[in-house]
């Protein structure tokens, strides 16, 4: 391998990739920077216009192909369509960001406690951040499989898939004007994330397609100055992340630079797990 292959470890032209609740915090970031790394990139949100809006941004900035595309993954049909719409548009796909979760409409029922927690918005939320993800993952890996030149695909976690919430971080804490905590039905969708790509990824390597893990600790989206404070106390780099700092690890998973990982997590949290 001479130098110039090595430097072209993170180039993505030539790819097409799709990223689930592409139009929402982390998903715009991401879509823009896997843009740039030369992908044509089809956005699928339930927010439709929303993701028009996005791709003919990158479109414009980046010179690539970009879509965007009305995608409900709670709903089987919704998803097969979004797949099927990209790979008329791109001739296939290379690579997926499973990146779509869910809030309830009602915050309040969205943090309560877990005594009161009710099952209809545990299965609304599991509807989205886990049956939402098997559905994605399952109609794009097919694909990968039916076009036989493998694939990367990326899902997105959380840390509180991982390790427990600290309760002392939600004292006086707020989410757009709501006393905010960490849901079970969260913590217990992220974990099933992770178990679900420690199995595709195990199905799939024989296909070549790889399935990895990306595990973001807590990105600055509307949380009240007392939260960010708490969390910062907490984490060794004393700050929460911004989205931009997801780019990196994406396009490292999406890209030949991790192309003998499978299964694994990348947690990119500025140490909260360490403690």
Same mark, same amino acid.
């Not at 009710?118 to 939402?132: A, K």
């Not at 099933?192 to 790889?210: D, S």
């Not at 911004?242 to 780019?247: L, Q, T, V």
């Given at each position: 391998?001479?130098?110039?292959?090595?430097?072209?470890?993170?180039?993505?032209?030539?790819?097409?990739?799709?990223?689930?609740?592409?139009?929402?915090?982390?998903?715009?970031?991401?879509?823009?920077?896997?843009?740039?790394?030369?992908?044509?990139?089809?956005?699928?949100?339930?927010?439709?216009?929303?993701?028009?809006?996005?791709?003919?941004?990158?479109?414009?900035?980046?010179?690539?192909?970009?879509?965007?595309?009305?995608?409900? &993954?709670?709903?089987?049909?919704?998803?097969?369509?979004? &797949?099927?719409?990209?790979?008329?548009?791109?001739?296939?796909?290379?690579?997926?960001?499973?990146?779509?979760?869910?809030?309830?409409?009602?915050?309040?029922?969205?943090f309560?406690?877990?005594?009161?927690?009710?099952?209809?918005?545990?299965?609304?939320?599991?509807?989205?951040?886990?049956?939402?993800?098997?559905?994605?993952?399952?109609? &794009?890996?097919?694909?990968?499989?039916?076009?036989?030149?493998?694939?990367?695909?990326?899902?997105?976690?959380s840390?509180?898939?991982?390790?427990?919430?600290?309760?002392?971080?939600?004292?006086?804490?707020?989410?757009l004007?709501?006393q905010?905590?960490?849901?079970?039905?969260?913590?217990?969708?992220? =974990?099933? &994330?992770?178990?679900?790509?420690?199995?595709?990824?195990?199905?799939?390597?024989?296909?070549?397609?790889?399935?990895?893990?990306?595990v973001?600790?807590?990105v600055?989206?509307?949380?009240?100055?007392?939260?960010?404070?708490?969390?910062?106390?907490?984490?060794?780099?004393?700050?929460?992340?911004?989205?931009?700092?997801?780019?990196?690890?994406?396009?490292?998973?999406?890209?030949?630079?991790?192309?003998?990982? @499978? =299964?694994?997590?990348?947690?990119?949290?500025?140490?909260? @797990?360490?403690?």
């Open positions: 391998m001479n130098t110039k292959d090595l430097s072209n470890f993170f180039d993505l032209t030539g790819k097409a990739a799709m990223l689930t609740g592409g139009a929402g915090i982390i998903g715009t970031r991401v879509c823009h920077g896997l843009a740039a790394h030369g992908a044509s990139v089809a956005i699928a949100d339930i927010n439709e216009e929303g993701a028009q809006t996005l791709a003919r941004d990158i479109a414009a900035t980046y010179k690539t192909a970009a879509i965007g595309i009305a995608c409900d &993954v709670a709903l089987e049909d919704s998803v097969a369509a979004a &797949v099927q719409t990209m790979c008329d548009q791109f001739g296939g796909i290379d690579i997926l960001h499973n990146n779509a979760a869910a809030k309830a409409d009602d915050l309040g029922a969205f309560a406690p877990v005594e009161d927690y009710s099952l209809e918005t545990w299965r609304d939320i599991m509807s989205v951040n886990l049956d939402g993800m098997f559905l994605v993952a399952q109609a &794009v890996g097919r694909r990968m499989i039916e076009q036989g030149r493998g694939g990367s695909i990326i899902q997105t976690a840390i509180y898939g991982l390790v427990g919430p600290d309760p002392s971080l939600y004292e006086g804490s707020e989410y004007g709501v905010i905590s960490t849901p079970p039905v969260y913590a217990a969708s992220k =974990g099933g &994330v992770v178990a679900l790509t420690k199995y595709l990824a195990t199905q799939w390597a024989i296909h070549g397609i790889r399935v990895n893990t990306l973001p600790g807590g600055e989206s509307g949380q009240n100055e007392t939260f960010q404070k708490n969390y910062a106390a907490r984490t060794p780099m004393g700050r929460m992340a911004n989205a931009d700092e997801m780019i990196g690890p994406v396009v490292f998973l999406a890209s030949d630079a991790s192309s003998y990982m @499978t =299964g694994q997590m990348v947690v990119v949290d500025g140490g909260w @797990t360490i403690r």
